[in-house]
């Protein structure tokens, strides 16, 4: 492939790896056989299977990416915004579906649940977890956030 610059390049990259991430959000999000948090929880799973087969070496390179923002070139901020905004739309949504079950309460705001898991949260939980190579930060994370949408049973399944 030809790019007619590295920032073409950058702006495909980011593209791609978002519609590769949407693809995963999107399977795990309609497994029928679970429920809304089940399928939240399956995600994350999976992304923490992913992140230890690869020793924790591995993060979300939108993530790495957010974090490197003063050196990069100011058009990918708006596509990284896009793009953390359509992972959080998906998250949002499926809480709501929980909502929707009971599994979590009707007064909790989806929207802010969401930006704390995706933009907040998960990706200083990934961080941290790369430069500790241990699922830890993310266990931890993960367990505090369960806990504070009502989900107590968080230690059996991501341990």
């Not at 939240?40 to 490197?68: H, P, T, W």
Request: some cysteine.
């Amino acid at each position: 492939h030809y790019f007619e610059s590295k920032e073409a390049f950058g702006i495909v990259l980011i593209e791609s790896y978002s519609n590769y991430f949407n693809k995963r959000l999107d399977t795990s999000f309609s497994k029928e056989d679970l429920t809304p948090i089940q399928q939240l929880q399956d995600f994350i799973l999976i992304a923490r299977a992913n992140m230890k087969k690869y020793n924790f070496s591995r993060g979300c390179l939108v993530g790495n990416l957010g974090q490197e923002m003063a050196v990069l070139p100011n058009s990918f901020r708006k596509i990284i915004i896009d793009v953390f905004n359509q992972w959080q739309f998906k998250t949002a949504s499926c809480l709501r579906r929980a909502q929707e079950t009971g599994e979590i309460a009707l007064v909790l705001d989806c929207d802010a649940f969401s930006s704390f898991l995706d933009w907040i949260g998960w990706e200083g939980a990934v961080l941290h977890t790369k430069l500790k190579r241990s699922a830890d930060p993310i266990d931890l994370f993960l367990s505090h956030y369960f806990q504070s949408i009502g989900i107590s049973e968080v230690n059996k399944i991501f341990k």
